[in-house]
Every structure is written in structure tokens, then in C-alpha cells.
């Protein structure tokens, strides 16, 4: 089992407050079918940083305390977040597939639920979701991870 330490449970709490404040300072872009979170740019950080993976779970737990999709994003939204921190993680040396978990997870696993909530057909809801993390992924979360390696000298 790995522990955490003081530092990194920090890091990890303010990784959290981060995602959440982004995520609910936009109600408009974070809580639609067609999701555009700023928040998600922090979704690459697990790459130099384990300590993101339950910081970004416990962020989008918070950010979903606000969502109008209620309990099922609470739940899956967070589970989706948390499987897609752990994926990146591991799959950090290779930058493609840990940079294509976040959006797979998000893509598959929020759209399943946003599906059913919202009577809209599966099939056209994974499009949006994937479209949108792969631009947030791409345009800030991909830069923002490599300047923190850059600050870490990872």
C-alpha cells in the first residue's frame, strides 16, 4: 500500500479545490450534454504527479455536488474521473495512451449516464463528450501537464 505524504496529500487538496472551483465557477460549460470543463485541463496530471489521482477524484466529487444530474453524476462522474487519473497514471509512459484515457473514460462512461438522465440516444452524446475532452485535453491539459514536469524536472 502505498502512503502519501504531507506534501502530497497538499498537493493533492489543492489539485481538488482547483478542479472544483473551475468546474463550478462555470456552471454553463460543466454541466451540459456537451460538457466543456475547464477543470478537465487538470485530467493530465497524474503523468508526474500520483498524488492528482485522488485529487481529481475528490475535485470532481465536489464539482458534481452542484450538477443538476444529481446523484448519477456525483457517482459516475467521479468513478469516470478517478478510473481515467489512475489510467493516465499508469499508462504515463506512454503520453498517446495516457493521454487518450481521460478521454475514452469520459467519453464511454459519462455518456452513459448523461444518456439515460437525458433521454438522448447513447450514440450521440459520446461524440460531444469526446469532443470536448479531446479539445480540453489537447489545448490546455496536454501544455499545462508538461509545464509542470518542466517546474518538477521531471
Known amino acids: 500500500m502505498r502512503h502519501f505524504s504531507v506534501n502530497q496529500v497538499a498537493k493533492a487538496g489543492i489539485i481538488a479545490a ?16 456537451m460538457q466543456f470543463r475547464l477543470s478537465e485541463g487538470l485530467v493530465l496530471l497524474p503523468l508526474y504527479l500520483p498524488e492528482a489521482i485522488p485529487g481529481l477524484a475528490l475535485g470532481c466529487l465536489l464539482a458534481n455536488l452542484g450538477s443538476p444530474f444529481g446523484i448519477l453524476d456525483i457517482i459516475g462522474g467521479t468513478l469516470c474521473t478517478a478510473l481515467a487519473a489512475w489510467l493516465t497514471w499508469r499508462w504515463r509512459q506512454n503520453i498517446v495512451l495516457a493521454t487518450l484515457a481521460p478521454i475514452v473514460v469520459n467519453a464511454l462512461g459519462v455518456s452513459a449516464y448523461l444518456a439515460f438522465l437525458s433521454k438522448e440516444l447513447y450514440f450521440t452524446i459520446v461524440p460531444a ?22 517546474l518538477l524536472k521531471v
Do not use: D, G
Open 18 to 33: 482547483l478542479y472544483a472551483v473551475l468546474a463550478l465557477a462555470l456552471p454553463e460549460f460543466s454541466y451540459n450534454i
Open 129 to 150: 463528450i469526446a469532443l470536448s475532452e479531446t479539445v480540453i485535453c489537447l489545448v490546455i491539459a496536454l501544455p499545462l501537464s508538461r509545464l509542470v514536469a518542466r
